[in-house]
């Protein structure tokens, strides 16, 4: 993507998208009303979309456009500058992802998490969790 683009998807992010911490990887989500958008993001870079439709009739359909893992990172590593709302988010993010690469690889069946990652990871989850509430200002996070 060229240097607009990239530009362009910073503001949607920060506009109609969603950074997260799942379990152990960061996802990346935008949502729209129209199909267009999460459309563009998956042609230009990966993921997969899907709409969910809902219940009520007089609602509209939902679109989602979804990244995680590496491709979140390598996403928000190159947006970062361009980000307003969301660049404390993205740092977030880039932080755990890096600082627990590491300590990570080590992990899973038979590999307990040591209380060091458990305490990195419960306390960078708790700044996302402040940072992604609702109605919460820039001066509180």
Same mark, same amino acid.
Not at 30 to 41: C, D, H, I
């Given at each position: 993507?060229?240097?607009?683009?990239?530009?362009?998807?910073?503001?949607?992010?920060?506009?109609?998208?969603?950074?997260?911490?799942?379990?152990?990887?960061?996802?990346?989500?935008?949502?729209?009303?129209?199909?267009?958008?999460?459309?563009?993001?998956?042609?230009?870079?990966?993921?997969?979309?899907?709409?969910?439709?809902?219940?009520?009739?007089?609602? /509209?359909?939902?679109?989602?456009?979804? =990244? @995680?893992?590496?491709?979140?990172? $390598?996403? +928000?590593? %190159?947006?970062?500058?361009?980000?307003?709302?969301? /660049?404390?988010?993205?740092?977030?993010? =880039? @932080?755990?992802?890096?600082?627990? $690469?590491? +300590?990570? %690889?080590?992990?899973?069946?038979?590999?307990?998490?040591?209380?060091?990652?458990?305490?990195?990871?419960?306390?960078?989850?708790?700044?996302?969790?402040?940072?992604?509430?609702?109605?919460?200002?820039?001066?509180?996070?």
């Amino acid at each position: 993507m060229n240097r607009e683009e990239l530009a362009y998807a910073a503001g949607v992010i920060d506009s109609d998208g969603c950074i997260s911490m799942e379990r152990s990887t960061i996802r990346v989500t935008v949502t729209n009303t129209k199909e267009e958008l999460p459309q563009w993001f998956e042609q230009r870079l990966g993921g997969y979309t899907y709409k969910q439709t809902p219940k009520n009739l007089r609602w /509209r359909t939902t679109h989602y456009w979804v =990244i @995680q893992g590496e491709q979140a990172i $390598q996403l +928000l590593t %190159q947006i970062r500058q361009w980000l307003v709302i969301k /660049r404390e988010q993205a740092n977030v993010a =880039i @932080q755990y992802w890096t600082e627990t $690469q590491a +300590l990570r %690889q080590y992990v899973g069946r038979g590999h307990p998490r040591s209380a060091e990652l458990r305490s990195f990871d419960e306390g960078l989850r708790a700044r996302m969790r402040v940072l992604n509430r609702r109605g919460a200002t820039m001066k509180e996070a």
